[in-house]
């Protein structure tokens, strides 16, 4: 691993066990599918987004990928929910302010990405189970900064996981990735209006990997092919 990015020695050793523990968790409560496998890239840097119905969507990327990518997770959810604070922190999740600018937190993660590793984010930053929201500038900033790719990934179904089985089902969950593009230049127009059009863009990538019902603020953006 690189000399930039040092994870303590726990946090190496739970990672394969977790994402094998995970996996079969995921199998065993829903019926699980992915789509998309094929896009995803060799172990490189870029930034790993997606949405964000549950606090069950972010372990979906993290123990089904290839290979174990670093992430970025809500510092306030780490110290308020025991279990799942202790999950992320074990894993070696990067904390980040939900409000404000956590400048610690953007420094991490470039060096992240200027050390050569790939990144998950959530640009909304927060839980809506209702539906894609509006997000935070964070990952179009990163991604601008840092000059790295983009993989958008679309997540459905979490949010009904344990409601379904209380009601002797299995719910449909399912992870969509979608390819890897990067980020249009666009000089001439003011930095703050650039942020905004790419952090649009990188929302619009996410929510056409998603059936209607969970796009949210972003239901008509059209679900393209793989």
Same mark, same amino acid.
């Given at each position: ?131 894609? %929201? @509006? ?6 900033? !990163?991604? /601008?900064?840092?000059?790295?790719? #983009? &993989? $958008? ?38 930095? %703050? @209006? ?6 649009? !863009?990188? /929302?619009?990538?996410?929510?056409? #990997? &998603? $059936? ?15």
């Amino acid at each position: 691993m690189s000399t930039q990015i040092k994870h303590t020695l726990g946090v190496r050793l739970y990672r394969p066990p977790a994402r094998a523990f995970l996996r079969i968790l995921y199998r065993v409560l829903t019926h699980f599918r992915i789509h998309g496998q094929e896009n995803v890239p060799p172990h490189s840097a870029y930034l790993l987004t997606i949405n964000h119905l549950s606090y069950y969507d972010p372990p979906i990327p993290l123990c089904f990928w290839p290979y174990p990518p670093e992430a970025l997770g809500a510092e306030e959810t780490m110290a308020t929910r025991p279990i799942i604070g202790r999950i992320m922190r074990w894993y070696g999740t990067w904390p980040v302010l939900r409000d404000g600018d956590d400048r610690t937190a953007l420094r991490t993660a470039l060096t992240i990405l200027r050390s050569g590793f790939p990144l998950l984010i959530a640009p909304e930053g927060t839980r809506h189970p209702e539906g894609m %929201r @509006d997000p935070h500038p964070g990952a179009a900033f !990163l991604a /601008m900064k840092a000059n790295v790719p #983009l &993989l $958008p990934v679309g997540i459905s179904g979490t949010s009904g996981i344990f409601s379904s089985l209380r009601k002797g089902c299995k719910q449909n969950v399912e992870m969509v990735i979608g390819k890897l593009y990067r980020l249009p230049d666009l000089e001439g127009i003011p930095r %703050r @209006d650039a942020l905004h059009q790419n952090t649009e !863009l990188i /929302m619009r990538r996410i929510a056409a #990997l &998603l $059936p209607t019902h969970h796009r949210g603020n972003y239901r008509h953006t059209k679900r393209y092919p793989l």
